[in-house]
C-alpha cells in the first residue's frame, strides 16, 4: 500500500457518459496529480493542485476537469466520454513540488 | 515545451547480463526522476538527481545526472527476473513540471 488511495479500481462506462474518479493523498502530502497512462501514450500529465489551488495543467481534454478538496482529496470528472479515453488513470501525490511522487494503484476506465 | 526521450523503448536481457537505458531532455533540468512500473502495477519512485554530474547507487542499479543537466542514465548489472519492468525518467523543469520520459519496457530471459 503505497498511501495513496484511488477508487475506485475498475470503471465500466458506455461513450457519452459521465464518471468521477476519486483519489486520497498520502498523509501530509498537499500536492496531487493526475495522470493517463494509455498503452501507446506513456504516462500523460492532466493536472496538478496544490493544497486546493490549481497549479499546472497539461493536455487535459476540456470534458475533463478536476478538484482538490479542503482535506486533500481530489477528483478527476471525465465527461462526454469517447473510447479513446479508455486507459489508466494515475493520481500521484508528493509533500514538496518537484520532489518524487507517491502514486495510487490506479482506475482502469473502459468505455465501450 | 519540454520534451523528455528515453530509449531504448524495449530491453530484452539475458539474466546475468548488464543493460543501460538512457533520457536526453530537449531543455536543463532541475531534477531528474527515476521510476519502476512492474506488469500491472504502478509507477514506484526510485530515487532522484538534482546536481550537475550526480552519480547514485542501488545495490545493482546505477544511476547517472549528466553534467550539463539534460541527460541522465540507469545501469543495472547482473539483471535478475525482479528486474522486469517499465523503468520512467521524469524530468522536472524550473517550475516543477515533471515530464515523464516514454519508459523503457525490460524482459528478462532466464
Known amino acids: 500500500d503505497s498511501g495513496v488511495t484511488q477508487t475506485p479500481k475498475h470503471l465500466i462506462t458506455a461513450t457519452g457518459q459521465r464518471v468521477t474518479l476519486r483519489c486520497s493523498p498520502r498523509?501530509?502530502?498537499?500536492?496531487v496529480y493526475w495522470y493517463q497512462q494509455s498503452l501507446d501514450q506513456g504516462l500523460q500529465f492532466l493536472i496538478h493542485?496544490?493544497?486546493?489551488?490549481?497549479?499546472a495543467k497539461g493536455n487535459i481534454l476540456e470534458r475533463f476537469s478536476a478538484q482538490q478538496f479542503p482535506d486533500l482529496h481530489s477528483e478527476l470528472n471525465l465527461s462526454s466520454l469517447e473510447l479513446g479515453d479508455s486507459a489508466l488513470y494515475f493520481c500521484?501525490?508528493?509533500?514538496?513540488?518537484?520532489?518524487?511522487?507517491?502514486f495510487g494503484s490506479g482506475t482502469r476506465l473502459t468505455v465501450v | 515545451g519540454q520534451q523528455v526521450m528515453q530509449i531504448p523503448q524495449y530491453q530484452h536481457v539475458q539474466e546475468g547480463e548488464d543493460f543501460t537505458t538512457y533520457c536526453n531532455s530537449s531543455?536543463?533540468?532541475?531534477?531528474i526522476q527515476w521510476y519502476k512500473q512492474r506488469p500491472g502495477g504502478h509507477p514506484v519512485f526510485l530515487i532522484q538527481?538534482?546536481?550537475?554530474?550526480e552519480v547514485k547507487k542501488q545495490k545493482r542499479l546505477t544511476f547517472q545526472f549528466g553534467e550539463a543537466k539534460k541527460n541522465s542514465s540507469l545501469h543495472i548489472t547482473a539483471t535478475q527476473t525482479t528486474d522486469v519492468g517499465t523503468y520512467f525518467c521524469?524530468?522536472?523543469?524550473?517550475?516543477?513540471?515533471?515530464?515523464f520520459g516514454a519508459g523503457t519496457t525490460v524482459t528478462v530471459r532466464a
Open positions: 538527481l538534482v546536481k550537475s554530474g
Open positions: 521524469a524530468g522536472a523543469s524550473n517550475d516543477y513540471k515533471l515530464s
Open positions: 500521484a501525490s508528493s509533500v514538496v513540488v518537484g520532489r518524487g511522487y507517491t
Open positions: 498523509s501530509g502530502d498537499l500536492s
Open positions: 493542485y496544490y493544497n486546493g489551488e490549481e497549479r
Open positions: 531543455t536543463t533540468l532541475s531534477n
